[in-house]
């Protein structure tokens, strides 16, 4: 049976929500799940906005036949040919023959890698700021390089001054039959999970989306369609403050995470101690991670919310914990930058993870290490106290500034 919402008169959404896939990309663990978003116009022409993952095409033809009532498919606008949202293009290829495919010239490309279809005979090239008309609405292009693949672009619907954003704007979590991001309480129920899509998906390629973002403020735009996720058409300019701040880095809140990797518990520990000398300083925005029990997206994710990052280790066969290991090369390859930093070591015979730490965050873009180094051989012993409370005193005093 189709699933469908409908957004304007001539507007409808006909994606699919996927709530059994466990890792995203098989990388990112996604408990609400994620949705597949696909949009149907029907103005003189029929156009459909990208297509689905293989895991919902069922779905998706099934509303697309419910939607188009008896009428051809003209077109499918191509904005992303990455398979979460192109894998059904070929079905739809089959199924509509005499579509014919918008996209730009390095989308044919891809096209031609992932699928055997003849597309150069049904391609309708398009490059930035052509238009293309389908009746009532006309659409131009907005190259988005590297706003996740290369191939990107995003479509502009001049009539109703809609974005189809592509990846931008997207979020982990199906949709629970509420369309609109204004239905939900986004920021209490969904904000986590567009920020770890964000910083994990399209973290890395910030200048993008900042070249992006430039192009997109020229327009007037009343709603965005992304390919993930609720729709906006109300306080967009908040969501587009969020995109603004992680895209240059800044930290979104004056906040300290305190991540630490331990085998038999006595760098939990001073993690735990630190983290209460904090509070008895009065600082409130707090959060503590055991980097073996959380996943490392997670990490990303809060890394690039907190202004302020404590790595505690102990060391591993001459080197950082391997969790810990994991997190630090995640936030380099998210290319994490501008935040401040301060590290706990622990060693029971040669501790070296203080160094090597301090070594992986130096490779990451104007990071301020603070001071002290807690160094702690094996456990914490009367008397190190002090070194907690300096390193306390250190971080409340950056955070003050
Ligand atoms: C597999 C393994 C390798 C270790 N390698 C080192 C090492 O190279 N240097 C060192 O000083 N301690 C090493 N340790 C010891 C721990 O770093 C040390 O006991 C530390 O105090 C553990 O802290 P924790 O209580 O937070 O787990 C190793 C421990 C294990 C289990």
């Given at each position: ?352 993870a203080a160094r090597q730490m301090k070594d992986m ?41």
């Amino acid at each position: 049976m189709y699933c469908v919402k409908k957004i304007k008169d001539d507007l409808f959404w006909v994606g699919g929500t996927d709530r059994r896939l466990a890792l995203f990309e098989n990388a990112y663990p996604i408990p609400r799940g994620v949705s597949y978003n696909a949009y149907v116009l029907k103005d003189e022409k029929t156009v459909l906005f990208d297509t689905v993952d293989w895991a919902v095409s069922s779905q998706l033809f099934e509303n697309l036949e419910a939607v188009l009532g008896g009428r051809a498919l003209d077109y499918v606008i191509v904005n992303h040919m990455e398979p979460d949202h192109c894998a059904t293009l070929e079905e739809v290829v089959r199924r509509y023959p005499e579509v014919k495919v918008v996209c730009n010239a390095k989308t044919v490309d891809i096209i031609k890698q992932f699928f055997d279809f003849d597309i150069d005979s049904r391609a309708v090239i398009v490059k930035e700021n052509d238009t293309f008309c389908t009746g009532k609405h006309t659409y131009t292009f907005v190259m988005a390089p590297m706003v996740h693949w290369p191939e990107v672009m995003v479509t502009y619907d001049t009539t109703d001054k809609i974005l189809f954003s592509a990846d931008a704007f997207g979020t982990f979590g199906a949709m629970n039959g509420n369309l609109f991001a204004d239905e939900v309480n986004f920021e209490r129920d969904w904000l986590d999970d567009a920020r770890r899509y964000y910083t994990n998906i399209v973290g890395k390629y910030g200048a993008s989306v900042q070249t992006l973002l430039k192009k997109a403020a020229g327009l007037d735009i009343q709603m965005i369609c992304p390919l993930h996720g609720p729709v906006w058409r109300e306080n967009i300019g908040w969501y587009v403050d969020k995109y603004l701040t992680w895209s240059s880095y800044a930290p979104e809140e004056k906040a300290v995470m305190i991540a630490y990797g331990s085998i038999y518990g006595n760098t939990e520990n001073a993690a735990n101690i630190l983290a209460c000398r904090l509070a008895d300083r009065g600082i409130r925005n707090i959060a503590v991670y055991d980097v073996s029990s959380t996943h490392p997206s997670v990490m990303v994710a809060e890394a690039f919310r907190c202004s302020h990052l404590v790595f505690a280790s102990a060391t591993y066969n001459g080197g950082i914990f391997t969790s810990m290991e994991r997190v630090l090369s995640d936030l380099k390859a998210h290319a994490l930058q501008n935040r401040t930093v301060a590290v706990i070591e622990n060693g029971s015979w040669g501790m070296v993870a203080a160094r090597q730490m301090k070594d992986m965050i130096a490779g990451m873009k104007n990071m301020e290490i603070l001071e002290p180094t807690v160094s702690i051989k094996s456990s914490l012993k009367a008397g190190q106290e002090a070194d907690i409370e300096a390193l306390a005193d250190a971080i409340a005093a950056s955070l003050a500034l």
